[in-house]
């Protein structure tokens, strides 16, 4: 039997009913917590493992950084408080990470694999 993933330091998610996910992130002094439409993340997790995505070493890319971007970007709206939350998974160089950055200004980076393989437990199949 498969374990389900654990999840990552700074972000807590479950299920409200079948069409939202409540996200709660936490860092050293704040806390903030967001309602999307599962359906829409589901979409901007996709939107991050596009093809396209950079498979060059770190050090070809520190070389010339211009010709290849080291990250790449998702929206999506957030149902409550409101505005749009934007995802990005950082790549190269160093670890590999997915960063939220929240309607209010706050950004949250956490390992992407971990995190991904969280949420998805959460995502419409």
Known sequence: MKRKPHAPPGLVAERLGPDRIRLRFYGDAQE???????IELAEALARLEAPGYPTMPPGELEDEPDDVPNYTTAELPVWSPGGVLVLRRVKLP??????FST????????????????LRTLLPR
């Open 32 to 38: 903030e917590e967001l309602v999307v439409e599962a």
């Open 94 to 99: 160093g670890p590999d990470l997915l960063e």
């Open 103 to 118: 309607p209010s200004g706050s950004v949250y980076e956490l390992p992407y694999g971990r995190t991904v393989a969280y």
